[in-house]
């Protein structure tokens, strides 16, 4: 079976940068913007136009600079959002304006005041009006995760026969298991008139912590887009992070799935972000954390040196790191020791090391590690010793 692309959709510089303290003048979401671009990403959300002069500023001169992703400006389901995001995205050279409105009977009766007719007909209203100023028009069906699946599909429907060309399946609350948000994809599959027309993608939040899984779950079951944010960042908990789904999709190859992203600017892409958004990345965080490829268990530590596959699955310089680290600290042994050793230029019989070790624990039993500086001191005191 040939392998399918799954399209990234990147909205770190819209859904990443709602997090309180993450914002970015128009200078920054360009250097964030153009490494996106040269990362491989298809789709860069760069805003929503009409929520300040400084948004629409942004997407507008993003829209200049970007070479070969598409750009994407997010409305809300009226005329106004609609105009003023198709002004923004006049100089892009691949547009998309992503519209929608919220599809659950909760968005539906208290967020709206409405029913579900008239949402159906707003929906509707938005993406023919969105056609106006651009091809690629998605719709996004907000809090699809707790919309009844029957609704939804005549709601996906009705907006591919409008002219939508992307569904956005968001699990906005990040309440959904995975197979249950799988399920709502393969039935929107089964079930929507058309559906070939259009590309489904998921948009999912991590409340409970499911948010690749769920992405993951989507795609297996139709989808071919995932919308994400590097670092995971996004409003409350977060999105899907880019990094987990990229190298998820590139250690599965029996998914026979594959993306355009170039996996070896994933840590420098982690950083830049995190830098320019003054959000520290967590250090046990997959793929991108500082612990990612870190070791400090002795018998963990000894199985990477004899052979790096025993307890990493990834090769580190795949996401752009160098290569693994032996951490050393109390629970570190004997080989982990004397490859520190070596690496700072001295090679230790095994007498040594057994001398060198009870002397690091007594030392590592008061420190949460030994650094160079200590390995160095140690050498020198042994030495001063036997000499």
């Excluded at 942004?58 to 829209?63: A, G, K, L, N, T």
């Excluded at 959002?81 to 923004?88: F, L, P």
């Excluded at 190298?247 to 355009?260: A, G, R, S, V």
């Amino acid at each position: 079976m040939d392998s399918e692309k799954i399209e990234i959709f990147d909205t770190t510089l819209r859904d990443g940068e709602q997090v309180p303290g993450c914002k970015l003048d128009t200078k920054q979401k360009l250097i964030i913007a153009e490494q996106l671009d040269n990362l491989g990403v298809d789709i860069i959300e760069a805003g929503f136009p009409i929520s300040s002069p400084g948004d629409f500023l942004s997407v507008q001169e993003i829209s200049k600079i970007v070479k070969n992703a598409k750009v994407c400006g997010l409305t809300r389901a009226n005329k106004k959002d609609i105009e003023v995001a198709g002004e923004a995205l006049k100089f892009a050279k691949r547009p998309r304006i992503h519209t929608g409105i919220g599809t659950s009977d909760s968005h539906i009766k208290f967020k709206f005041n409405s029913t579900r007719e008239q949402i159906l007909e707003r929906a509707v209203d938005a993406v023919k009006y969105a056609k106006n100023f651009v091809d690629d028009v998605e719709f996004y069906a907000e809090d699809a995760g707790r919309t009844d699946n029957d609704f939804l599909a005549k709601v996906c429907e009705e907006v591919i026969k409008a002219g939508a060309t992307v569904l956005n399946i968001p699990d906005t609350t990040g309440y959904c298991l995975p197979e249950e948000y799988g399920q709502k994809i393969k039935y929107l599959r089964e079930n929507v008139k058309d559906i070939d027309k259009a590309i489904l993608s998921c948009h999912c939040h991590n409340d409970l912590g499911m948010a690749t899984a769920n992405s993951i779950s989507g795609i297996i079951n139709g989808a071919r887009q995932i919308e994400c944010t590097i670092n995971g960042l996004g409003e409350r908990a977060g999105n899907t992070a880019l990094e987990e789904v990229v190298m998820i999709i590139k250690q599965h190859p029996d998914l026979n799935f594959f993306t355009d992203i170039n996996s070896k600017m994933l840590n420098e892409m982690s950083f830049l972000v995190s830098e320019l958004m003054g959000m520290p990345v967590q250090p046990n965080k997959a793929i991108v954390g500082a612990n990612a490829f870190a070791h400090s268990s002795g018998i963990h530590q000894d199985g990477v040196i004899k052979n790096r596959e025993t307890y990493e699955i990834i090769d580190p310089r795949e996401v752009g790191i160098n290569e693994s680290s032996i951490v050393l600290t109390a629970r570190s042994g004997r080989s982990a020791l004397a490859y520190r050793f070596k690496n700072i230029g001295f090679d230790v019989t095994k007498v040594e090391l057994d001398i060198l070790y009870q002397e690091f624990l007594k030392i590592a039993d008061t420190k949460k590690e030994i650094n160079n500086d200590d390995l160095n001191f140690m050498m020198k005191s042994f030495n001063q010793k036997i000499g």
